[in-house]
């Protein structure tokens, strides 16, 4: 009976779509989505912070943010574990410049490393493209319709900066590349597979479209080490691929490495196996 009112609830949607009150119901619904989907820039509202609260406890050290933009991921961050250090890669030099005085407003100088670089596949320079009205769009290809300006980009290839700096275990990778995430993490290929990396946060979204890589291609990259869910406002939703989640809606994705049951178990905001003697 109920798969009957289903369907007769599709027929009648469907041959009543161009009135009106339909339209109103669609947008109230197409809404009702977003929210329930958590499609959401700020990072207070949509889990990325109270994610950093809830990882407190482990302790982390080092932390790498790719994609900094003017810091604000980084000074949360930095704020939510007291004993860690940033590298903080930004590309674009006129938002660098922003990030820097950001990052010693915050008084955080001596917790961080800034670097006016991109985290990428390989150490090279290329042209990429800066948004002056919207420096939060910089980008390896001028996708958007606003005016923008070309520069030469410096790209360090990430297995070739923590060998240079001489880096151990990172902690929290965070990704927010517009795009180019998969870039990032080919750039750390004998990081990863040296289990050197806990936990990877990266964005997922429309920019799929363009690149052709999906969220299949990070779960095929990264699934046989990393358990991978997306990131809500009170926990992590971790979960095997379907395809139905190829929505290309932007959202966040947190990878937690399979041999840390402590740290998925915080990030989901339970208290899992593991959460009690936490290891560094």
């Known amino acids: 009976?109920?798969?009957?009112l289903l369907t007769?609830?599709?027929r009648l949607l469907a041959r009543h779509r161009d009135r009106a009150s339909m339209r109103v119901?669609?947008?109230?619904a197409s809404f009702i989505e977003d929210c329930y989907e958590n499609d959401e820039w700020d990072m207070q509202v949509n889990g990325e912070t109270a994610l950093l609260r809830r990882l407190?406890?482990?302790?982390?050290?080092?932390?790498?943010?790719?994609?900094?933009?003017?810091g604000e991921w980084s000074i949360a961050a930095l704020r939510a574990w007291p004993g860690s250090r940033v590298h903080a890669f930004e590309v674009a030099p006129r938002?660098?410049?922003?990030l820097e005085r950001n990052i010693a407003a915050a008084g955080?100088?001596?917790?961080?490393?800034?670097?006016?670089?991109?985290?990428?596949d390989t150490t090279t320079t290329r042209d990429m493209f800066y948004y002056p009205d919207h420096p939060n769009l910089t980008c390896d290809r001028p996708r958007h319709a606003y005016h923008?300006?070309?520069?030469?980009?410096?790209?360090?290839?990430?297995?070739?900066?923590?060998?240079?700096?001489?880096?151990?275990p990172i902690d929290f990778l965070k990704i927010d590349v517009e795009g180019a995430e998969h870039l990032v993490l080919h750039?750390?290929?004998?990081?990863?597979?040296?289990?050197?990396?806990r936990c990877i946060q990266f964005e997922y979204g429309a920019f799929s479209i363009d690149t052709h890589v999906l969220l299949a291609d990070y779960y095929e990259m990264l699934a046989s080490r990393y358990w991978i869910g997306k990131i809500f406002p009170a926990t992590v939703e971790f979960r095997d691929y379907d395809w139905r989640m190829e929505s290309f809606r932007f959202s966040n994705f947190l990878c937690v490495s399979r041999g840390r049951p402590d740290l998925r178990a915080l990030a989901q905001g339970s208290s899992g196996n593991g959460t009690k003697e936490l290891r560094h």
């Open 1 to 4: 009976m109920f798969a009957d």
């Open 8 to 10: 007769r609830s599709r």
């Open 25 to 28: 119901l669609h947008r109230v």
């Open 56 to 70: 407190a406890p482990a302790r982390f050290t080092t932390v790498v943010d790719v994609g900094a933009h003017l």
């Open 95 to 98: 938002t660098y410049e922003r």
């Open 108 to 120: 955080l100088v001596d917790r961080a490393t800034l670097v006016c670089k991109g985290l990428g």
């Open 148 to 168: 923008n300006q070309p520069f030469a980009a410096q790209l360090v290839e990430g297995d070739s900066y923590l060998r240079q700096h001489d880096l151990g």
């Open 187 to 197: 750039g750390l290929s004998r990081a990863l597979a040296a289990d050197r990396v």
